[in-house]
């Protein structure tokens, strides 16, 4: 870094003659300099406020005052600049001392030669000095607009998760009424028409219910990002029990052979809605893609419960996944397949309810031969409780074809 040119220097001292030796010093380094001379705290403080030094030369001892105070007078006036010491011989303690205090630095008077490199490298540190201090500024300024970023997108999503989940809740209402006035009106049809009409009832039914799988996605979706965690014991056996009561009326799981073995030696603590969530969706596919030229359809469902986790795996010998889709199928609205016209929301809503539970799931599937779930969801089970038992295998199962 090169000196500015016109280097403004304010000498703050009370001999005349040292005054002209540091000005011949600097002059024989080279240096291109305006010099201000003064030696009363009055005038040294009206320099301050007035001349816009780029460099502070002070003798220690002054007849009022002393470099000490003089530095401290810089500090109330916020005066940023080098502050030199130029003085006679003192002791090394008062050196260090005035270097803590906040000196740049300190020259004896017998060895002026060292003034032009000393202001050259007082200066320089300055810069990189306020450079920092500019630099910080801004990065406390870019994370404060950052944090209000933040603040303000967490405010609209809150916002748009209500919306989203106000407006698809109010429309599966309606949706549902519609459904009930086609069903009087078939009746009707059979009534009057022999029916005549029934092909395109079936039609608009399996629109309407199209419609209300995707409102309910859209719910579930919309819960699962908006509900806190709700930690309660769970009984698997009979949330996936009652989840394939559900699916007993879906198309095509009259076919299939379901099989659940429970191995539940401990309680297990988990989110029953979000678990009831996953199972719905899991179950709902493997029927929705079971493979109709396969005479011996299945859905085999296997639970293992420890103190720590629960090892469950959903294995299906459905139309399986292309190997190349298998890392998206769980993105939102992603469908490997036009089998079904499902919402593609179903596997999302699954891996989003799992990673809100702190668990993982994996994915493996062949086109043709079936696809396997495996999940390994975290056992919130109270330490009290859990200290007071052993893991044992208790074996619950059943199979039967729906």
Same mark, same amino acid.
């Given at each position: 870094m090169k000196l500015k040119p016109e280097l403004k220097i304010l000498v703050l001292d009370d001999d005349v003659e040292d005054v002209e030796l540091i000005a011949w010093e600097l002059q024989k380094g080279g240096v291109n300099f305006q010099l201000r001379h003064v030696s009363?705290?009055?005038?040294?403080?009206?320099?301050?406020?007035?001349?816009?030094?780029?460099?502070?030369?002070?003798?220690?001892?002054?007849?009022?005052?002393?470099?000490?105070?003089?530095?401290?007078?810089c500090y109330a006036n916020k005066v940023d600049i080098p502050f030199i010491l130029v003085s006679g011989a003192v002791s090394e303690n008062f050196a260090n001392d005035t270097i803590k205090e906040g000196v740049d630095d300190y020259i004896l008077k017998t060895s002026l030669t060292r003034l032009p490199a000393a202001i050259n490298k007082a200066l320089k540190q300055h810069a990189l000095h306020r450079a920092k201090l500019n630099a910080d500024a801004e990065l406390k300024f870019k994370n404060n607009q950052l944090l209000r970023t933040i603040e303000e997108l967490s405010k609209i999503n809150k916002e748009l998760d209500t919306f989203v989940y106000s407006v698809s809740h109010n429309l599966r209402a309606p949706l549902m009424s519609v459904?009930?006035?086609?069903?009087?009106?078939?009746?009707?049809?059979?009534?009057?028409?022999?029916?005549?009409?029934?092909?395109?009832?079936?039609?608009?039914?399996?629109?309407?219910?199209?419609?209300?799988?995707?409102?309910?996605?859209?719910?579930?979706y919309s819960?699962?990002?908006?509900?806190?965690?709700?930690?309660?014991?769970?009984?698997?056996?009979?949330?996936?029990?009652?989840?394939?009561?559900?699916? !007993?009326?879906?198309?095509?799981?009259?076919?299939?052979?379901?099989?659940?073995t429970i191995?539940?030696?401990?309680?297990?603590?988990?989110?029953?809605?979000?678990?009831?969530?996953v199972f719905n969706n899991l179950i709902s596919n493997a029927i929705k893609y079971s493979d109709l030229q396969k005479k011996n359809s299945f859905i085999e469902i296997q639970a293992t419960v420890s103190k720590t986790s629960a090892h469950v795996e959903i294995k299906d010998n459905g139309i399986g996944i292309n190997s190349d889709y298998i890392a998206?199928?769980?993105?939102?609205?992603? !469908?490997?397949?036009?089998?079904?016209?499902?919402?593609?929301?179903?596997?999302?809503?699954?891996?989003?309810?799992?990673?809100?539970?702190?668990?993982?799931?994996?994915?493996?599937?062949?086109?043709?031969?079936?696809?396997?779930?495996?999940?390994?969801?975290?056992?919130?089970?109270?330490?009290?409780?859990?200290?007071?038992?052993e893991d044992k295998v208790a074996v619950k199962g059943q199979q039967h074809t729906s």
């Amino acid at each position: 870094m090169k000196l500015k040119p016109e280097l403004k220097i304010l000498v703050l001292d009370d001999d005349v003659e040292d005054v002209e030796l540091i000005a011949w010093e600097l002059q024989k380094g080279g240096v291109n300099f305006q010099l201000r001379h003064v030696s009363t705290k009055e005038s040294f403080v009206t320099a301050l406020k007035e001349y816009n030094a780029d460099v502070i030369l002070s003798d220690h001892y002054l007849p009022q005052f002393d470099s000490s105070e003089a530095l401290q007078l810089c500090y109330a006036n916020k005066v940023d600049i080098p502050f030199i010491l130029v003085s006679g011989a003192v002791s090394e303690n008062f050196a260090n001392d005035t270097i803590k205090e906040g000196v740049d630095d300190y020259i004896l008077k017998t060895s002026l030669t060292r003034l032009p490199a000393a202001i050259n490298k007082a200066l320089k540190q300055h810069a990189l000095h306020r450079a920092k201090l500019n630099a910080d500024a801004e990065l406390k300024f870019k994370n404060n607009q950052l944090l209000r970023t933040i603040e303000e997108l967490s405010k609209i999503n809150k916002e748009l998760d209500t919306f989203v989940y106000s407006v698809s809740h109010n429309l599966r209402a309606p949706l549902m009424s519609v459904l009930g006035i086609l069903n009087l009106v078939k009746l009707e049809d059979q009534h009057n028409n022999n029916g005549s009409l029934s092909t395109y009832h079936a039609m608009i039914e399996e629109s309407i219910l199209k419609l209300d799988e995707t409102l309910k996605d859209i719910l579930d979706y919309s819960r699962n990002a908006r509900k806190d965690i709700r930690i309660e014991r769970v009984d698997l056996n009979r949330i996936i029990n009652d989840n394939l009561e559900r699916m !007993r009326f879906m198309a095509g799981s009259e076919n299939i052979t379901q099989t659940v073995t429970i191995q539940e030696p401990v309680p297990f603590y988990s989110d029953q809605y979000r678990l009831s969530v996953v199972f719905n969706n899991l179950i709902s596919n493997a029927i929705k893609y079971s493979d109709l030229q396969k005479k011996n359809s299945f859905i085999e469902i296997q639970a293992t419960v420890s103190k720590t986790s629960a090892h469950v795996e959903i294995k299906d010998n459905g139309i399986g996944i292309n190997s190349d889709y298998i890392a998206k199928v769980t993105e939102m609205f992603f !469908r490997a397949t036009d089998e079904n016209e499902g919402s593609g929301l179903g596997l999302y809503i699954v891996k989003e309810a799992v990673e809100k539970l702190h668990g993982t799931m994996t994915i493996e599937s062949e086109l043709g031969i079936g696809t396997r779930f495996v999940l390994d969801l975290p056992n919130f089970i109270p330490a009290t409780i859990a200290d007071h038992i052993e893991d044992k295998v208790a074996v619950k199962g059943q199979q039967h074809t729906s």
